[in-house]
């Protein structure tokens, strides 16, 4: 029994040995990873600056220099962003009061953003999708946790110019000022329905990929045409929804 016990607290020992190195590796390698993603995000900036549009790249998460300055500051985690710019929606509130006082509000809309994250307490980074932000807005949603990572190699310049492009069909759906197609909509809740969160049901409410409307259609197809039919398709829609960017 007692060889048993030490060859279970040996195996288990490697495991978080193994655990702690990669994630002292990734510690280690971040600082590189994290620029040559900023690097990415400022390209991406100056190429939209020429034509008009003015993105934000924010390298959010800093250190104190000076020790009596004042703000918050966030140690073990840091990220990168690339945002979109705030735009007027072209709406006015105008208020009236008693008094005779006029009050105007042009009502204005903060852009969906793309956020880089790593944590230092277990060596992960996650990238997230942030959708825009306008006060017209009844409910904002939610951010979609659209990748992560325990292997910081994965974070290389191809794959923030391939996150670049999801920001760009994210914000065109969840956008007022924007227009998308029907593809585009589908890929974004395909996305938010694959969130690790929504999978382990954190959260208020779980995102479902059809709604009772699309379920009902999807029956009455594999009713009138049979499963082996709608099956056939699954590979094209598969690839649709998510593309080689």
Not at 26 to 48: D, G, Q, S, T
Not at 62 to 83: C, M, N, T, W
Not at 164 to 190: A, G, P, Q, Y
Not at 220 to 229: E, H, K
Request: aromatic share 12%; charged share 25%.
């Amino acid at each position: 029994m007692d060889i048993k016990i030490k060859k279970i607290w040996g195996a288990d020992q490697k495991a978080r040995e193994r655990h702690l190195w990669h994630k002292k590796r990734n510690i280690r390698n971040w600082p590189i990873h994290k620029m040559r993603a900023l690097a990415v995000f400022e390209c991406f900036a100056h190429a939209a600056r020429e034509h008009g549009q003015s993105f934000g790249v924010i390298d959010q998460i800093r250190k104190p220099e000076a020790p009596d300055e004042v703000g918050i500051f966030h140690y073990g985690q840091d990220h990168v962003s690339l945002i979109f710019p705030s735009r007027p929606t072209g709406e006015l509130t105008v208020t009236q009061s008693w008094g005779g006082g006029v009050y105007s509000k042009r009502e204005s809309e903060a852009g969906a953003s793309l956020a880089i994250h790593f944590s230092e307490h277990n060596g992960v980074f996650q990238t997230f999708l942030f959708p825009p932000k306008c006060s017209t807005l009844v409910k904002e949603k939610r951010g979609i946790l659209i990748d992560f990572s325990f292997n910081m190699d994965n974070l290389t310049p191809e794959y923030s110019v391939k996150m670049i492009r999801k920001l760009l069909i994210f914000n065109r759906v969840e956008s007022v000022l924007e227009s998308s197609t029907r593809l585009e909509r589908w890929r974004v809740r395909w996305w938010r329905f694959i969130d690790v969160r929504n999978r382990k049901g954190i959260g208020e409410k779980v995102e479902h990929l059809l709604t009772p409307w699309e379920m009902i259609v999807l029956a009455a197809l594999l009713a009138i045409f049979g499963s082996s039919a709608v099956l056939k398709g699954i590979p094209y829609l598969w690839q649709l929804l998510n593309p080689i960017l």
